[in-house]
């Protein structure tokens, strides 16, 4: 097992405030929590998190996923989860440290290592999920140790920060499960078609959405879509929309928005069946948002 007290000093070190603590490099921080956390909903971004203490379990749809120390927890696409920090406390925090994914430069380097390679990965990427759990290797947290030590001091950040994040790119892209994901990755891979697909809807989440826009967009038949879509990120198309609806009014009202208002900003014609999927979905209706 890899020797984690090094990295977990530095996080320690690092996390000052409860929550995510951002570094100079845009979207590298570590997050701490003190205690743990009832399920809670959330829309993820596409990161890369190394736990370095402490465990937590994702769902999505049908789909669970537990990551603990040393694991990491891989998202390449914005996807709604329910989450849950279950083993955490104020002498032992739950403590990770979290990377944006920059999806275009995966795919560059994606590219690089198959044209690099001379048993470059052809053939079919076998069922994959956009949420990937495994143990980091030695070479990677060698990679996310150096990344902390530079992404908290604002020149070395400057100076060397996009070279180590590359690093962890080709660590993972040529880790155990390294040929499928460059698969999953490449061109034409699953990945690409529906990352734009996703793009859309974030892109216009006050409209109603239908399904045969989003496979057009993706290029595939209505069933191919639906079907490479729920694969990929575990729930349906229009499970999705919903939940990227419901999670953009949270965030307006929790600025400050008035939840009427909101409603029809994400595309609903009804308030009172706004409230309800809110509801349905936080657990509480839009007046009790804090």
């Known amino acids: 097992m890899n020797d984690m007290s090094p990295l977990v000093s530095k996080m320690s070190h690092f996390a000052e405030n409860e929550g995510f603590n951002a570094s100079f490099l845009e979207g590298v921080g570590v997050y701490k929590s003190s205690v743990s956390l009832q399920v809670t909903c959330d829309l993820y971004q596409a990161f890369i998190c190394l736990v370095g203490q402490g465990e937590k379990i994702c769902s999505v749809g049908d789909a669970s996923f537990r990551y603990c120390t040393g694991d990491l927890f891989i998202n390449f696409l914005p996807l709604p989860v329910d989450s849950e920090i279950v083993s955490s406390s104020v002498d032992k925090p739950f403590l990770s440290i979290a990377l944006g994914i920059n999806l275009a430069k995966l795919a560059e380097i994606t590219l690089r290592i198959d044209q690099a390679s001379t048993?470059?990965?052809?053939?079919?990427?076998?069922?994959?999920?956009?949420?990937?759990?495994?143990?980091?290797e030695p070479d990677l947290l060698d990679a996310f140790d150096r990344l902390l030590k530079v992404a908290y001091c604002e020149m070395d950040a400057k100076m060397l920060g996009e070279s180590i994040i590359d690093e962890i790119y080709?660590?993972?892209?040529?880790?155990?499960?390294g040929d499928n994901l460059r698969r999953l990755l490449s061109q034409h891979g699953q990945i690409q078609p529906i990352s734009k697909v996703v793009n859309h809807i974030h892109s216009n989440i006050e409209r109603t959405i239908k399904i045969n826009e989003l496979s057009n967009i993706a290029n595939m038949s209505n069933t191919s879509f639906f079907n490479a879509f729920k694969g990929l990120m575990h729930v349906s198309p229009m499970q999705y929309i919903k939940a990227s609806k419901l999670q953009k009014a949270q965030s307006l009202i929790k600025q400050g928005e008035q939840a009427s208002s909101v409603s029809y900003r994400v595309g609903y014609n009804s308030f009172s069946q706004f409230s309800r999927e809110y509801k349905r979905l936080f657990g509480y209706p839009p007046s009790q948002t804090v």
């Open 119 to 136: 048993s470059a990965g052809a053939g079919k990427c076998e069922p994959s999920s956009c949420v990937v759990v495994g143990k980091v």
């Open 170 to 177: 080709y660590r993972i892209l040529t880790s155990e499960q």
